[in-house]
Each structure stands twice: as structure tokens, then as C-alpha cells.
């Protein structure tokens, strides 16, 4: 996510290395820079300008403090100048004061509306304990609607359509149905188009006017840089939308949209999603974001996901069989799974502060982690449970079950030892304590 841009930003900062204070010269000098990345990731001219700006008026002002490091001090002030474009703080979803709440969604074909639709629905029921009901209000495309009863049967969730194409008629009856099954919430999934219209204008805000939402969002595939923006604008002009959704944004290596829509809009981003699985959907966090473009990782969310995923009692257990040395294979893969669990794996390790540059150029494959459970899959329950027991013959008939190679087993047994180790070597609370205090000595803990 926005790899290109975190890149950029990097070595604009460069210039600030060895400096004993920052000046006029190497102020101008990474402004420069700066301004250079945002437009190469095609953040809009007007918008880069104005962020440029105020960070070289903020640099050259009284809150540079000439006796701390000035590459710390100027990407601080370039950090809270994007966390004010993005938005300051989080705005989540207005809910209504008399159920049901209502949700219009809207945007072009391909934009990922259907799904995230259905992303919303399982969000919201796990994060805000809602009975949602969604509404297949995109009549013009059977595949859509086909699409969202597929989606919503596998989070449990009712669908509302009809057969004759009134997207009006379907938005209004799925509130009325939302209301005679004591629902709290209706998302209607409304039609695309593959450019902005007349027609889909009207009848989006005849559904607006129709059902009075508590909430319009309108999503946007932010792959498609200015295009968004501008189609953003266009949307919100005619029928003035509450917040932007962002989709597909574990493919934008630029970052143009994001950086652009909250300032040309004037409306928040709410929701961003990164990837096609039902749980690839996250409230969007403007201090979150700008840290993870200044390759500073988002802690606090992978917290947040590794929470949701690992219980503290079954943590604890695990604790202490690492300290006594039992930690085996059937541990190794319920952790496996629990990491699955926790959503895209690219996505995950952008998290992990330095990580995103450090394997910036290199494919991180979603898959790695089948080999590995195909092999421990193909073990007894014992051989799990002791893997030291794995002799020559056994490790013949568990590559022959899983389609791997003997080598491959012999690598997987190598590391998961030197796994072992280090888990043992970290366990004790002591080193981390250590590690704990280490993180203070970071530009912003």
C-alpha cells in the first residue's frame, strides 16, 4: 500500500541526514522533493501545493526546535500535516435515533460496491452487534444481485430484492421489511455505471429522497488516482454524500486518491478496504494512515487484529508452553490459522514498522502457508505432538501426503527449531520490558 509514495517520501527526507539544523536551503531542497512524490503519486496539483506549503511554513516557523534531530523534526511536521489532510480524527457511521439506521451506498460499476456492501453488513455485526438486512437495489444487472445473495448467505445476513426493476420500490421495501422483522439496519446496494450519468444520478437521489438515509457513502476504486477524485466530486455535487469508502487500496502503490478526495470533497473517508475476503474492510484512521505512508507501520491495528483473532486464556496457555519448552506442531499450526485469520497477509506486514521498506521489492506470496499446513496436516496427531520423532521413513510418507519433497520437511523441521528458540529466548518478561522501553526512543511514542 502506497509503496511507491512511502518511497519517495524516503529519500526526500534524505537530503536532512547529517544536518546539524534545519535551514532555508535544505528546507527548500526537500519541500522540493516533496511536492515531487505527491504529484508522482498523483495527488492533485492544488492539494500538493497547499500540503507543501504549510509544511515549509511550519519548518521555517518557531516550532522547529533546533536541538532535536531535524530528519525526526521535519517528517513530524510532514506526519501532522497529513494526518490534517486525511481528516484529524476517525467519523463513523451516523446511526439513526429510531431503527432502522440506513445506509444508501453508491458509486461506479467495478468500483466494489456489492461487496463491500456485504463487507459492511459483517463489519457491523461484529463490531456494533447490528442485525443488518441488504438490499439489492442495482436491478439492471442479475449478477449483482446474484452476487449479493452469494456474499450475505455466507455471513448469515437476509437480502431484500424483487423482480421488476424499481430500485426505488426494492430501497423502500427493504426498510419496511427492516422494520416488520425488528432489523436495526438497511444497506442498499445501489447500480453502476461505467461512467457518471445523468440516469444513475437520478435515480440515486430518488432513492435518497425516497428512504431519507442516515448515512450515504460513496465508494471509490482508489487505483484510479485523479479519476476518482473527480468522479468523487461529481457524485457528492448532485446528490452530497456523507463519506468516501476506498477499495482496492492493498493494490494502490501511489496513494493519489486518498491524499486528494478529503481536501477537493470536503467529506471524510470512512471505511478502507484491502483485498475481495468479506473481512478486508477497516474504519479508516487518519494518524494510522499517514504513518504507515512515513513507513512507521500501524501498530495499534495489528494489535487490534491480532486481539480479535487470539483468546487470552488460550495465549496464556501458550506462553507457558513456550517457557517449558512444549511448544509443538499442532500449537504451530492453530497459530497458523489464527494468522490467516487476521486478513491479507501484504497488509499485515505493512503494519510492522520498517517492514513495507524492507521487503518493498519483494513478492509476498498469500499462498506460503498451504506447503506448510499440508505438511503438518499429513503428520499423525502424534508426530505433531513429537516431532522429534520423525525419522527418515516417516518424512518419505508426509512429503508423499502433502506433494512436498523431503527437503521440504527437513527445511520446515530446521526452522520451526530455530522458531522454538527464539520464542523461548523472548518469552520471558524481562527482555520484553526491554523491548517495551526501546520503543520510547521513536520519533512519535
Not at 425488528?182 to 444513475?200: P, Q, S, Y
Request: proline share 3%; hydrophobic share 40%; no cysteine.
Amino acid at each position: 500500500m502506497f509503496e511507491d509514495l512511502s518511497s519517495k517520501l524516503e529519500k526526500a527526507f534524505q537530503s536532512l541526514k547529517g544536518e546539524a539544523k534545519i535551514s532555508d536551503v535544505n528546507i527548500a531542497e526537500t519541500v522540493r522533493e516533496i511536492r515531487r512524490a505527491l504529484l508522482d503519486a498523483d495527488v492533485n496539483y492544488e492539494v500538493a501545493k497547499e500540503f507543501t506549503n504549510k509544511v515549509k511554513d511550519r519548518a521555517m516557523g518557531e516550532d522547529v526546535l533546533t536541538a532535536v534531530n531535524p530528519g525526526q523534526q521535519f517528517t513530524k511536521i510532514v506526519y501532522d500535516e497529513m494526518v490534517t489532510i486525511f481528516g484529524q480524527e476517525r467519523e463513523d457511521i451516523e446511526v439513526a435515533h429510531t431503527p432502522p439506521t440506513v445506509i444508501l451506498i453508491a458509486g461506479l460499476q467495478g468500483s466494489g460496491k456489492t461487496t463491500f456492501s456485504a463487507k459492511l453488513a459483517k463489519y457491523l455485526k461484529e463490531e456494533n452487534n447490528r442485525n443488518p438486512i441488504l438490499a439489492a437495489a442495482d436491478v439492471y444487472r442479475p449478477a449483482a444481485i446474484n452476487q449479493l445473495k452469494t456474499l450475505a448467505e455466507s455471513i448469515s445476513t437476509p437480502v431484500y430484492s424483487i423482480e421488476q426493476k424499481d430500485a426505488v420500490r426494492v430501497a423502500k421495501e427493504a426498510v419496511s421489511m427492516a422494520k416488520s422483522l425488528a432489523l436495526d439496519t438497511v444497506i442498499i446496494d445501489t447500480a453502476g455505471r461505467m461512467h457518471v450519468d445523468e440516469k444513475m444520478m437520478n435515480e440515486v437521489a430518488e432513492i435518497k429522497e425516497a428512504v431519507q438515509p442516515n448515512e450515504t457513502l460513496f465508494v471509490v476504486d482508489s487505483m484510479t488516482g485523479q479519476d476518482a477524485v473527480n468522479t468523487a466530486k461529481e457524485f457528492n455535487e448532485r446528490i452530497n454524500y456523507d463519506g468516501v469508502v476506498l477499495t482496492k487500496l492493498d493494490g494502490d502503490t501511489r496513494g493519489g486518491a486518498a491524499l486528494s478526495i478529503k481536501t477537493v470533497v470536503e467529506k471524510p473517508i470512512k471505511f478502507v478496504s484491502t483485498g475481495e475476503k468479506l473481512d478486508a474492510l477497516s474504519p479508516f484512521y487518519p494518524d494510522r494512515m499517514a504513518q504507515r505512508i512515513l513507513g512507521m507501520g500501524d501498530v495499534v491495528s495489528l494489535v487490534e487484529k491480532a486481539q480479535k483473532e487470539f483468546d487470552q486464556e488460550e495465549a496464556e496457555k501458550l506462553q507457558k508452553k513456550i517457557k517449558s519448552d512444549k511448544f509443538d506442531l499442532e500449537d504451530f499450526r492453530q497459530q497458523l490459522q489464527q494468522i490467516k485469520g487476521m486478513g491479507n497477509i501484504s497488509d499485515l506486514v505493512g503494519m510492522i514498522p520498517g517492514a513495507g521498506k524492507a521487503l518493498q521489492d519483494k513478492e509476498i506470496d498469500e499462498d506460503a502457508f498451504k506447503p506448510i499446513e499440508a505438511i503438518i496436516n499429513s503428520m499423525t496427531p502424534e508426530e505433531r505432538r513429537n516431532p522429534e520423532i520423525l525419522n527418515g521413513t516417516r518424512r518419505r510418507r508426509i512429503a508423499q501426503g502433502s506433494g512436498t519433497k523431503v527437503r521440504d520437511i527437513n527445511d520446515l523441521m530446521k526452522q520451526f527449531n530455530q522458531m522454538k528458540k527464539m520464542m523461548k529466548q523472548f518469552s520471558g518478561m524481562g527482555k520484553m520490558g526491554k523491548m517495551m522501553k526501546g520503543m520510547k526512543n521513536l520519533p512519535f511514542g
